[in-house]
């Protein structure tokens, strides 16, 4: 693990450009709308709890080497650009 905050936003751009950099595993993905203490968490039921078939690839590994080369290259890139 790396320290630091997440970095969704930019992993799924490069989920999309790389998807080979990630690994997962399907599972069943609900977003919990009845508990007034939980209202919004996403849930994951991993075991086949709830019977439902799997409905989303949950990303949970990621080449974090090439992710952070390639994520700082384009902003290097970026910031050569003149206004």
């Known amino acids: 693990r790396t320290r ?3 970095l969704h936003d930019p992993a799924v751009f490069s989920y999309l450009i790389h998807p080979e950099w990630f690994g997962g595993r399907e ?6 709308h009845c508990s007034e203490l939980t209202m919004g968490h996403t849930v994951v039921d991993w075991w086949s709890q ?8 949950v990303l949970t590994e990621i080449d974090d080497d090439a992710f952070f080369d390639d994520l700082c290259r ?10």
């Open 27 to 32: 599972g069943v993905v609900a977003v919990e």
């Open 4 to 6: 630091g905050g997440p």
């Open 50 to 57: 709830t019977g439902r078939a799997p409905n989303a690839l």
């Open 74 to 83: 384009r902003l290097a890139r970026y910031g050569e650009v003149k206004a």
